[in-house]
């Protein structure tokens, strides 16, 4: 009975010393879910896979229960070292082309034909323009809040992201990143 304990406490401790470790690394209390290492920081979740894809993401609730989120700030890096992705997505309203408006205090971007769909018909949208994408990571560091202003089908529709703990979050994958190169 007592090598049993023993053997139990000893892998407990490894399994912990392992956990504690990755959140020494980049500075925050981890844990695994969906395959990913996830952390919290204020609103904003961020994740990595083992393929190596990162991301932070502020997901407004769905008040119906009818999907987990009804909109969704994504920043995302594919691969360690690669630049960042901006995407938003929306369950409800859902997004019809058109005019689409990305704004932070002190920024309003225009992404016009730089905010495309992930794929065709989806709900999802992707600034394509790097440069565009590096002025908007640049700005939710800085800032506390984002608004989506977008067309949907039921007329115009917005969204605004609290981005409490994105510059947190940004720092994280990219320390889970470096780790992995």
Request: net charge positive; glycine share 8%; aromatic share 8%.
């Amino acid at each position: 009975m007592s090598r049993m304990l023993t053997a139990t406490a000893t892998v407990a401790a490894l399994l912990s010393a392992g956990a504690a470790q990755a959140a020494d690394r980049c500075g925050a209390e981890t844990h695994m879910r969906f395959g990913e290492t996830r952390a919290y920081f204020g609103n904003t979740l961020a994740a990595c896979r083992p393929d190596g894809y990162c991301s932070a993401v502020v997901a407004i609730a769905d008040p119906t229960g009818q999907a987990a989120w009804r909109h969704q700030l994504r920043v995302a890096r594919p691969s360690p070292g690669a630049d960042y992705l901006v995407e938003l997505a929306a369950t409800d309203p859902m997004p019809v082309a058109g005019v689409m408006r990305f704004t932070t205090p002190g920024q309003t971007v225009d992404p016009g034909p730089w905010l495309v769909p992930t794929s065709p018909g989806s709900n999802e949208y992707r600034v394509s323009d790097p440069i565009l994408t590096r002025s908007l990571v640049s700005g939710l560091r800085r800032q506390r809040i984002a608004r989506w202003n977008y067309r949907s089908a039921d007329g115009p529709a917005e969204a605004y992201f609290s981005l409490m703990g994105m510059t947190a979050a940004l720092n994280w994958i990219d320390c889970r990143g470096a780790g992995a190169s």
